[in-house]
C-alpha cells in the first residue's frame, strides 16, 4: 500500500492563478479531508468527504472547491490564488467501522503564492 | 467549541533527558485523542492514542494517558534521543467523518 500520496510536493503561483492538487488513496478509506497547516499553528480542516459524491465544508473553505467522484480521489482546487493560500496542504483519509477517528496523511504539498 | 492547547516551544533537551510535553482539552461529550509526530519535511504521522477515560497510549517509548478529571493527555518519554526530534500534535476527535481538532504543535529539539 502507498497510502495516502500528493502531488505536487511543492509549487509557486502567481496571485490570480488557479491549481489542483492532486490526493489519492489506496486503502479503500470513506472518509477523506484536505487541510492546511499555517507557520506555528495546528491543522485546520478546509473540506472533507463521507464519500464518493459526498463533500461538506470545514472551518476554513474560502477560495477552494473539493470534488470526490471515485473513493480513492480527493482533489482540491484553488481558483484566483492570493498570498493568504501559501500554507502547507495537508490530504488525510480514515476508514469507517471505527469508534475512533484515526487518520491517515499524505506527505503535503507546499504552496508558494507571490 | 471543542478545543486542544499544548505547551508552547521549543522544547530543548540533551539526548536520554526526560520528555514532556503539557496537552490539555476543552470538548463535549467523550472525544478519542491522538498525539501526531510531524518529522522536517514529512506529513503527520500517528504517534498514540487513547479512545476512553484512563486509557495510556503507548508506543516507540512515548507514552500518554487520558485523564477526564484533568481534561488532560500529557506526552511523556524517558528517554528522549535525538532521532526524535520533531514537532508533536495534540489531537482530539468525536467520530469518524470529522475535523481533528489540532494543537498549535510544540517543536522538540533533542542535542547529543
Known amino acids: 500500500n502507498a497510502g495516502v500520496t500528493q502531488t505536487p510536493k511543492f509549487r509557486i503561483l502567481k496571485i490570480g492563478q488557479s491549481m489542483t492538487l492532486q490526493c489519492t488513496q489506496d486503502?479503500?478509506?470513506?472518509?477523506m479531508y484536505w487541510y492546511r497547516q499555517d507557520p506555528g499553528m495546528g491543522l485546520k480542516l478546509i473540506y472533507y468527504?463521507?464519500?464518493?459524491?459526498?463533500?461538506d465544508k470545514g472551518e476554513v473553505p474560502n477560495g477552494y472547491n473539493v470534488s470526490r467522484s471515485t473513493t480513492e480521489d480527493f482533489p482540491l482546487r484553488l481558483e484566483l490564488a492570493a498570498p493568504s493560500q501559501t500554507s502547507v496542504y495537508f490530504c488525510?483519509?480514515?476508514?469507517?467501522?471505527?469508534?475512533?477517528?484515526?487518520?491517515?496523511f499524505g506527505p503535503g504539498t507546499r504552496l508558494t503564492v507571490l | 467549541g471543542d478545543s486542544v492547547t499544548q505547551m508552547e516551544g521549543p522544547v530543548t533537551l540533551s539526548e536520554e533527558a526526560f520528555l514532556t510535553i503539557n496537552c490539555t482539552y476543552t470538548?463535549?461529550?467523550?472525544?478519542?485523542l491522538f498525539w501526531y509526530v510531524q518529522y522536517p519535511g514529512e506529513g503527520l504521522q500517528l504517534l498514540l492514542k487513547?479512545?476512553?477515560?484512563?486509557d495510556k497510549g503507548s508506543n516507540k517509548g512515548f507514552e500518554a494517558t487520558y485523564r477526564k478529571e484533568t481534561t488532560s493527555f500529557h506526552l511523556e518519554k524517558g528517554s528522549v534521543q535525538v532521532s526524535d526530534s520533531a514537532v508533536y500534535f495534540c489531537?482530539?476527535?468525536?467520530?469518524?467523518?470529522?475535523?481533528?481538532?489540532f494543537g498549535k504543535g510544540t517543536t522538540l529539539s533533542v542535542s547529543s
Open positions: 488525510a483519509s480514515s476508514p469507517p467501522g471505527r469508534s475512533y477517528n484515526e487518520q491517515f
Open positions: 486503502m479503500n478509506h470513506n472518509y
Open positions: 468527504s463521507v464519500g464518493a459524491g459526498i463533500t
Open positions: 470538548a463535549t461529550g467523550y472525544p478519542s
Open positions: 487513547a479512545t476512553k477515560a484512563d
Open positions: 489531537a482530539l476527535s468525536k467520530q469518524a467523518g470529522t475535523a481533528l481538532i
